[in-house]
């Protein structure tokens, strides 16, 4: 009975998360194009390299430890994974294409979704340049079916903290505000006005 009323409250929250908007700023003195990346189960946010002339973008994102890193997703797993802090891992993968509307297409033949947010060039350097700190050593872990690179990143993944929330707040830090929901299950661009 516990099982059933758990698993209940589970299917409860899940459907009760909710999409976040997104906001850039107003004002972009030096701007600068990153996305927000939405697919099946992840939300990232993919950075320019060179931030001025990008022909790559390196997307970053958070998840579960053992569930992302190690690939260790038998369906039992799911409770453990979302109802109470469990191991975290920070994914890197990179995308190499001409432009961003090169890039757009890449991304949508992969079955993921794109948004498109422009912020100051200055804030996307720091923020790149903090992520990308966090691999210098080299990944801990490869997953050549997801072409991603894991290392173990501070902090516990689970529904209070998932991949949209980290995206979130490294979204703000880019100097974008974000809509607020009680569960967080996908983050969305808000198009600027015409």
Not at 19 to 31: D, K, N
Not at 156 to 164: E, Q
Request: charged letters at 25%; glycine letters at 6%; proline letters at 5%.
């Amino acid at each position: 009975m516990v099982f059933v009323r758990s698993f209940a409250l589970l299917l409860l929250l899940l459907c009760a998360s909710c999409t976040s908007l997104v906001f850039a700023p107003e004002r972009v003195e030096q701007p600068a194009a990153v996305f927000v990346l939405r697919e099946a189960l992840h939300i990232g946010l993919l950075l320019p390299e060179p931030v001025d002339a990008p022909q790559r973008w390196i997307e970053y994102g958070y998840g579960d430890w053992s569930w992302y890193a190690l690939g260790n997703e038998a369906w039992w797993r799911v409770f453990p994974t979302v109802l109470w802090p469990t191991a975290a891992t920070l994914c890197r993968r990179e995308w190499v294409a001409r432009d961003e509307d090169d890039l757009a297409r890449l991304v949508t033949a992969r079955g993921c979704e794109v948004d498109r947010v422009v912020v100051e060039r200055a804030r996307v350097e720091t923020l790149a340049n903090e992520l990308s700190a966090k691999f210098r050593d080299g990944a801990e872990v490869r997953r050549d079916e997801l072409r991603m690179d894991f290392v173990r990143e501070d902090g516990g993944y689970w529904m209070g903290n998932t991949c949209a929330d980290v995206a979130a707040e490294w979204c703000k830090a880019l100097g974008c505000d974000v809509g607020w929901v009680l569960i967080r299950g996908s983050l969305r661009a808000k198009a600027p006005p015409q």
